[in-house]
């Protein structure tokens, strides 16, 4: 029998500005699979619709981006116990009986990310410190907690946000949640430091934070890839320490999703690194 043709896409509004499409349809190529990945412009009024309308089109599955991440949860038969509890789904497999199935990858791509940065980093190492309490906060914190580390210090501008972040994902006390205004003295014997706002992404203003207190063997990652290196990045470059942007993130969350798509693992290639720099 031909092997079908493979559909997948990325549903966001607006979401002409994904890289998703340019990573996956590399991928089809680079494993001789037909097929095509394709950005989905979906309202949000009519996600419920559209994703539905995977199973008639003969869609293999679909991301999710901003700003459907949460609502979808609501939309598919059955989500992942994981993506439950982070409380967003980023991927969507359609199954053999149409029904459809919640993912979240993106914890998975940021650890993934953290250890091709630095391979013998281990969540365990020490207190980790999270500026933010929104949607990739909750993949970045989950992440670290399943993977053992000690404490999470949660730094966000809305204090009750981070509360709430806290005590939905069950963390049995590890978060400690402080006022963001503490966020320079929170960095005393930190192992890893995570941005996860948006500050320092290209177009909003910039992280205002002075790195002092930071010990010099603690990981800085920014989850932001516009620009691949934040001010946050190049201060903590400047002073030593071993530093992660975003790209990784991003790329390694695609992974897991392709693979359970299309039934093979993708590598990460210099060429396609190439070709994602080259959009940036
Ligand atoms: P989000 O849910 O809208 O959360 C935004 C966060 O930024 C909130 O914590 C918000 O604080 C904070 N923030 C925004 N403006 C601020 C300001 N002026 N001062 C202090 N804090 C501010 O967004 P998200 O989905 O988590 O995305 C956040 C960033 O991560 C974006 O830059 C996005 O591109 C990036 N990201 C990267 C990847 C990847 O694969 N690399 C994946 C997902 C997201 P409040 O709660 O106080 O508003």
């Known amino acids: 029998m031909a092997q079908p043709f493979g559909l997948a896409g990325v549903m966001g509004w607006p979401v002409s500005h994904s890289r998703s499409p340019l990573m996956h349809n590399l991928w089809l ?36 981006t901003i700003p459907h991440k949460v609502a979808a949860m609501a939309h598919v038969d059955e989500v992942d116990p994981l993506a439950r509890r982070m409380g967003a789904i980023n991927t969507v497999v359609v199954q053999p009986d149409g029904r459809l199935k919640g993912f979240n990858t993106d914890g998975f791509g940021f650890w993934q990310s953290l250890i091709d940065a630095h391979p013998g980093f281990r969540a365990e190492a ?81 992280l ?46 695609a992974q897991p999703a392709f693979h359970a798509w299309f039934g093979v693992m993708p590598d990460i290639t210099p060429e396609l690194q190439q070709a994602m720099l080259a959009t940036l």
């Open 29 to 64: 190529k680079q494993h001789g699979i037909q097929g095509v990945y394709v950005p989905l412009p979906v309202q949000p009024e009519r996600l419920a619709d559209a994703l539905r309308g995977l199973v008639a089109l003969g869609f293999a599955g679909c991301n999710l």
């Open 126 to 206: 020490g207190p980790v410190v999270v500026l933010g309490a929104g949607g990739a906060a909750r993949a970045v914190v989950l992440s670290l907690l399943e993977r053992g580390a000690p404490r999470v210090r949660l730094l966000n501008r809305t204090e009750d946000k981070a509360r709430q972040l806290a005590d939905e994902l069950d963390a049995q006390g590890r978060i400690d949640v402080l006022p963001w205004s503490e966020r320079e003295a929170a960095l005393a014997g930190g192992a890893l430091l995570v941005n996860t706002t948006s500050l320092g992404m290209q177009g909003q203003p910039e």
């Open 208 to 253: 205002d934070l002075r790195l002092d207190a930071l010990t010099g063997d603690a990981l800085v990652c920014d989850v932001i890839y516009v620009p691949l290196e934040t001010r946050l990045l190049r201060q903590a470059r400047e002073r030593g320490h071993v530093t992660v942007n975003g790209l990784g993130m991003l790329m390694n969350q």
